[in-house]
């Protein structure tokens, strides 16, 4: 129950436990932690915006996957860039709102786990490897460099998937997302006439431009 | 030799002694009747109070303890023994009683004026309704900053900054106490106070209205807002 206990490490305690190589993971396993993804998707959709999308198994379960390689490459650094490749591979599904928002119950840790790898070794092929991930899910990857507007396509057409990026760049106060023209009228709209004390540089920074 | 006089009134005449508890010296006794009276010194004029006296009888004393009419060199009696009291233990102090009905502290009935001040609202009393659609769709930022509580009939108080565009009544603080927005006490120098009499723990916060009447809600009832917090709530109340 690698992934499963794994899944309960990182959701209740943050302290997680690892196997010491990168296997396939066994079905019974999967399914209890499709189970408790289920749960907490539940539990996250009270504190979205609007109507969260619906629960998505195979791109939440595809995304605790790659979290647990994630983490286990992070730490196991002799492993190469095939063994990267393989354990990190693309999400094989259709990128909907349902997918980009059941990816982020667990792809929400990513941007951390980014900035350590960046720390230990700025160019191996897991930072690069993670940098292309974070410019396909631009949702869960608030505070790093953005990619092409087209990647927020598909989230800024869904009421709370757009609604609740607005949030976390406004949370995270990430200025280069902020001040693309695409997104800058989104943020002034949720400050309203308050931008000057909820965000006062974003608030000056409208003023200059 | 004198020594004192003696002063003997009748018993009926206690309330009279009122008058003389104030001689230094006096001595009194009830005995058979009758009020005895001495201590004073057998020479030399006596107080005015004394004078006023209804004794009945009155009498030099010697050292042998023969008692001498006032003005005669016969003696016609020996001072009984008898157990002597001071004069202000002899006749202790009674409060009056009050010959008009008591009157209780005036009581002060909170009333509120329309004021002429522009104050910064801190609090809107609103709908649950309203409170529950508003929370489903906005900024997480404009949400952060508040508390709630929702009363039985369903009304909603949020506190914090800024506020949300939301119909209800706005409120300002004062001295801990919120009064609705336009509106300040009839004797503003009494805020502090009322404040402290009316919530001496500072444990929560008081709500007023136009006409005076207030509620307290204490502070552990205002919940930090979250999406979920508020949907939960609703859900409480029968809303989805």
């Given at each position: 129950?690698?992934?499963?206990?794994?899944?309960?490490?990182?959701?209740?305690?943050?302290?997680?436990?690892?196997?010491?190589?990168?296997?396939?993971?066994?079905?019974?396993?999967q399914?209890?932690?499709?189970?408790?993804?289920?749960?907490?998707?539940?539990?996250?959709?009270?504190?979205?915006?609007?109507?969260?999308?619906?629960?998505?198994?195979?791109?939440?379960?595809?995304?605790?996957?790659?979290?647990?390689?994630?983490?286990?490459?992070?730490?196991?650094?002799?492993?190469?860039e095939?063994?990267?490749?393989?354990?990190?591979?693309?999400?094989?599904?259709?990128?909907?709102?349902?997918a980009?928002?059941?990816?982020?119950?667990?792809?929400?840790?990513l941007?951390?786990?980014?900035?350590l790898?960046?720390?230990?070794?700025?160019?191996?092929?897991?930072?690069a490897?993670?940098?292309?991930?974070?410019?396909?899910?631009?949702?869960?990857?608030?505070?790093?460099?953005?990619?092409?507007?087209?990647?927020?396509?598909?989230?800024?057409?869904?009421?709370?998937?757009?609604?609740?990026?607005?949030?976390?760049?406004?949370?995270?106060?990430?200025?280069?997302?902020?001040?693309?023209?695409?997104?800058?009228?989104?943020?002034?709209?949720?400050?309203?006439?308050?931008?000057?004390?909820?965000?006062?540089?974003?608030?000056?920074?409208?003023?200059?431009? | 030799?004198?020594?004192?006089?003696?002063?003997?009134?009748?018993?009926?005449?206690?309330?009279?002694?009122?008058?003389?508890?104030?001689?230094?010296?006096?001595?009194?006794?009830?005995?058979?009747?009758?009020?005895?009276?001495?201590?004073?010194?057998?020479?030399?004029?006596?107080?005015?109070?004394?004078?006023?006296?209804?004794?009945?009888?009155?009498?030099?004393?010697?050292?042998?303890?023969?008692?001498?009419?006032?003005?005669?060199?016969?003696?016609?009696?020996?001072?009984?023994?008898?157990?002597?009291?001071?004069?202000?233990?002899?006749?202790?102090?009674?409060?009056?009683t009050?010959?008009?009905?008591?009157?209780?502290?005036?009581?002060?009935?909170v009333?509120?004026?329309?004021?002429?001040?522009?104050e910064?609202?801190?609090?809107?009393l609103?709908?649950?309704?309203?409170?529950?659609?508003?929370?489903?769709?906005?900024?997480?930022?404009?949400?952060?900053?508040?508390?709630?509580?929702?009363?039985?009939?369903?009304?909603?108080?949020?506190?914090?900054?800024?506020?949300?565009?939301?119909?209800?009544?706005?409120?300002?603080?004062?001295?801990?106490?919120?009064?609705?927005?336009?509106?300040?006490?009839?004797?503003?120098?009494?805020?502090?106070?009322?404040?402290?009499?009316?919530?001496?723990?500072?444990?929560?916060?008081?709500?007023?209205?136009?006409?005076?009447?207030?509620?307290?809600?204490?502070?552990?009832?205002?919940?930090?807002?979250?999406?979920?917090?508020?949907?939960?709530?609703?859900?409480?109340?029968?809303?989805?």
């Amino acid at each position: 129950m690698l992934l499963s206990g794994f899944l309960d490490d990182l959701l209740n305690t943050g302290a997680v436990t690892l196997g010491g190589q990168p296997v396939p993971f066994e079905p019974a396993d999967q399914a209890a932690a499709e189970v408790r993804l289920r749960a907490r998707h539940a539990e996250d959709a009270l504190e979205m915006p609007y109507v969260a999308p619906a629960f998505n198994a195979p791109a939440a379960l595809w995304a605790v996957e790659y979290l647990y390689h994630t983490v286990q490459l992070t730490l196991l650094r002799e492993l190469d860039e095939t063994v990267v490749a393989q354990c990190l591979a693309d999400f094989p599904g259709e990128t909907t709102p349902e997918a980009i928002y059941s990816v982020d119950l667990t792809f929400r840790y990513l941007p951390d786990l980014l900035r350590l790898a960046k720390g230990l070794a700025p160019g191996d092929a897991l930072v690069a490897r993670l940098l292309v991930t974070a410019r396909q899910w631009p949702f869960s990857f608030v505070g790093t460099p953005p990619d092409a507007a087209e990647a927020e396509a598909v989230l800024l057409a869904h009421p709370a998937l757009r609604q609740a990026y607005i949030d976390r760049i406004i949370g995270l106060q990430d200025w280069v997302r902020a001040a693309r023209p695409h997104l800058a009228p989104l943020v002034q709209a949720a400050l309203g006439a308050h931008a000057a004390t909820l965000w006062p540089d974003f608030a000056a920074f409208n003023l200059l431009t | 030799m004198m020594t004192e006089r003696v002063f003997v009134l009748a018993a009926s005449a206690r309330e009279t002694l009122g008058g003389v508890r104030a001689v230094p010296g006096l001595q009194a006794t009830e005995a058979a009747g009758q009020l005895w009276l001495r201590g004073l010194p057998a020479t030399g004029e006596l107080p005015l109070a004394v004078r006023a006296l209804p004794a009945t009888a009155s009498f030099v004393l010697d050292a042998a303890g023969r008692l001498f009419p006032t003005g005669s060199l016969t003696p016609i009696a020996q001072l009984p023994t008898l157990v002597w009291q001071p004069i202000r233990v002899f006749v202790p102090l009674e409060l009056p009683t009050a010959a008009l009905p008591a009157q209780a502290a005036p009581r002060y009935r909170v009333q509120l004026a329309p004021s002429a001040q522009a104050e910064t609202g801190a609090a809107l009393l609103t709908t649950l309704a309203a409170w529950h659609e508003y929370a489903n769709t906005a900024p997480e930022i404009r949400l952060t900053g508040l508390r709630f509580a929702v009363a039985t009939d369903r009304r909603v108080l949020l506190l914090g900054t800024p506020l949300p565009p939301l119909p209800g009544q706005e409120h300002w603080l004062s001295e801990g106490m919120l009064l609705p927005a336009g509106f300040d006490f009839e004797a503003p120098m009494l805020a502090a106070l009322l404040a402290r009499q009316l919530n001496p723990a500072v444990d929560s916060v008081l709500l007023f209205a136009a006409d005076g009447s207030w509620e307290r809600i204490p502070n552990e009832h205002l919940l930090p807002v979250t999406r979920s917090a508020v949907r939960l709530t609703a859900k409480g109340f029968g809303d989805e």
